[in-house]
């Protein structure tokens, strides 16, 4: 008789499809190994050779070139079901239920990151939340500097954080000052943020939502030098017709731990021509067509100190982030629980070139931390009945003008604080 290899799908997405297999007899103990296929270019690798029982032969020239040959055939045939088996048999045994979570980065599962799934009412809503920074060239072209995203929604007004590097402030940063040892529930140094005028001719925010378009403008932004998050207050021109902000992303202001997994949010190939859209001074029409990305990975390192050549409090992720994504939101993940709060901001990627083709090779990116920004200041006609003093992001929480996870009001201490630098401690970092 025959010995029949099983094969049964443990997870799978748009780019490839994993199987573990093994004998029918063996199949409820353990399986021989695991394989990923390639949907597009139709390549099977051995990602785990789990049974130590079979010898290199009878694994390699029995067990292998049937798996693959069965994949191929489902590769063929674009279906890849969720058990499948090679060779004949009489009588087949019933397998085991598997159940897998779509898109999991777990021990289960090779990738190391994915291009996230989500539903259509949670992209309609950040697609509502994001904003797109362009550049104009001296030569007239529409370049993208990078992504934003609305903390608070006034109206035809919006208060957005990003990156501070998608501005360019040359010579304005540095490094912070560390006061304590980082064995300590850290303290850090920094300067009172100031706001700086943009140019709105060079510089424009880009906000789309269904069929309307508009490059707001953009009233100031604020940074701190030492940090990568920037705040900018935006506004819809007199011109545009389109309906108001009206959605925003709260915050989470914790530092993550090492090994949590987190969803990235951003725009890429962004292309801007004249075409349907809201009109500019000069009566051109612009069409905004750009890519919106999610992608999912884990924390690999967390760093309240920063790290190498990062001095701000950060940590690293294993997912590639594409020209045009810096700047966007990344949000804590669980399953259980998908609320969106952004805890830190797309700041640098330092990807080898392969892991934007394979989900099998981490990638290597920087999240810049929320908490040493928290008293980035704005412009003082955003919200009027504030008192001066609250004009920043933790008077927004203090006051539930903005949602925060990570209670700042609570867990940040400001230690020291005069016209141009303030300490602030997060003592809540040690447990993280």
Not at 141 to 149: A, C, D, K, P
């Amino acid at each position: 008789m025959n010995i029949q290899i099983e094969i049964w799908k443990i997870f799978e997405n748009d780019t490839l499809a994993t199987y573990a297999f093994g004998d029918m007899e063996l199949f409820s103990t353990r399986a021989k190994g695991k394989v990923v296929i390639f949907k597009k270019t139709g390549g099977i690798y051995l990602v785990e050779k789990i049974d130590k029982t079979t010898t290199e032969k009878e694994f390699n020239t029995f067990y292998l070139p049937r798996v693959k040959r069965s994949l191929q055939y489902h590769r063929k045939n674009k279906f890849y079901p969720p058990k499948t088996d090679t060779s004949a048999i009489l009588v087949k045994k019933k397998s085991p239920k598997v159940t897998t979570q779509k898109n999991s980065i777990d021990k289960h599962n090779p990738q190391k990151w994915c291009d996230a799934k989500i539903t259509d009412a949670i992209k309609n809503k950040l697609n509502k939340v994001l904003i797109s920074f362009f550049h104009a060239t001296p030569e007239g072209v529409s370049e993208l500097i990078g992504t934003g995203f609305i903390i608070f929604a006034y109206g035809r007004k919006a208060l957005v954080m990003t990156a501070a590097h998608n501005f360019e402030f040359d010579g304005m940063v540095q490094n912070p000052k560390y006061l304590n040892d980082p064995a300590e529930s850290p303290q850090i140094q920094v300067h009172i943020g100031e706001i700086f005028p943009v140019d709105t001719k060079k510089i424009r925010a880009v906000y789309k939502s269904a069929n309307f378009v508009d490059a707001c403008k953009i009233k100031g932004v604020s940074i701190v030098p030492e940090l990568d998050v920037a705040l900018c207050t935006i506004e819809f021109q007199k011109a545009y017709k389109g309906p108001a902000f009206t959605y925003q992303l709260g915050l989470d202001s914790r530092s993550p731990k090492k090994g949590d997994e987190v969803i990235i949010v951003g725009f890429s190939g962004i292309k801007a021509g004249e075409k349907d859209a809201s009109r500019d001074k000069k009566g051109k029409d612009t069409a905004i067509t750009r890519k919106f990305k999610v992608r999912r990975g884990k924390i690999t390192g967390v760093f309240n100190m920063g790290v190498g050549e990062v001095s701000w409090p950060c940590f690293e992720t294993t997912i590639p982030i594409d020209a045009g994504m810096d700047g966007g939101p990344v949000m804590p993940f669980c399953i259980t629980n998908p609320v969106m709060n952004g805890c830190a901001i797309i700041s640098k990627d330092i990807s080898r070139k392969e892991a934007f083709k394979n989900f099998l090779i981490p990638g290597h990116s920087i999240m810049a931390m929320v908490w040493p920004a928290l008293l980035l200041p704005f412009g003082k006609d955003m919200i009027k009945q504030l008192d001066p003093s609250e004009n920043n992001l933790l008077g927004l929480i203090n006051n539930k003008i903005i949602k925060d996870q990570g209670k700042a009001h609570i867990n940040t201490k400001i230690e020291k604080m005069d016209h141009h630098m303030v300490t602030i401690s997060r003592k809540d970092l040690l447990a993280s």
